[in-house]
C-alpha cells in the first residue's frame, strides 16, 4: 500500500467485542454502505464506496501482527481497514483525517452491532 501515510489503531471495547462474536466461523466484517456508512475508502477503486455497495473489513488474529495485517489487506484489495481480534482497529489512509474519519465510521458501526 504505497500510498499509506497515516495508520489510526484503536484498543476500544466495542471492537474487541465485534470481533469475538462467531470467533470461530467469522473472518470478514461486512457493511451494507448506507448514509451512515459513507466515507469508507475502496481501494481496489481509488474512490469511497456508494450507498448500497458491499465492504468487507477481514478479521485477522495477534500472531505476528505485522505479516499478518499484510495478509489480510493482500488477500482483501478493496480495505483499507484490518480488525485483529482480541486486539483492535487499524485503519489505513494517506492521510490522518482520512484514517480518523474511517476509523470513526467503523466504531460507530460496532455501536450499531454489538
Known amino acids: 500500500m504505497a500510498h499509506v501515510k497515516?495508520?489510526?489503531h484503536t484498543h476500544s471495547v466495542k471492537a474487541i467485542k465485534y470481533t469475538r462474536?462467531?470467533?470461530a466461523v467469522q473472518a470478514l466484517m461486512t457493511l451494507?454502505?448506507?448514509?451512515?456508512?459513507?466515507?469508507?475508502?475502496n481501494r481496489a477503486?481509488?474512490?469511497?464506496?456508494?450507498e448500497g455497495e458491499?465492504?468487507?473489513?477481514?478479521?485477522?488474529?495477534?500472531h505476528?501482527?505485522?505479516?499478518?495485517?499484510?495478509?489480510?489487506?493482500?488477500?482483501?484489495?478493496?480495505s483499507c481497514s484490518v480488525l485483529v481480534r482480541d486486539h483492535g482497529l487499524?485503519?489505513?489512509?494517506d492521510t490522518w483525517r482520512k484514517a480518523k474519519k474511517e476509523c470513526e465510521i467503523i466504531e460507530q458501526q460496532f455501536e450499531l452491532e454489538v
Open 54 to 62: 458491499i465492504c468487507t473489513i477481514p478479521i485477522g488474529t495477534d
Open 32 to 41: 451494507n454502505i448506507s448514509r451512515l456508512t459513507k466515507g469508507i475508502w
Open 90 to 93: 487499524f485503519v489505513f489512509a
Open 64 to 78: 505476528e501482527l505485522i505479516d499478518r495485517l499484510h495478509d489480510a489487506l493482500k488477500s482483501n484489495p478493496s
Open 21 to 23: 462474536r462467531d470467533a
Open 6 to 8: 497515516a495508520v489510526v
Open 45 to 50: 477503486n481509488c474512490r469511497e464506496y456508494e
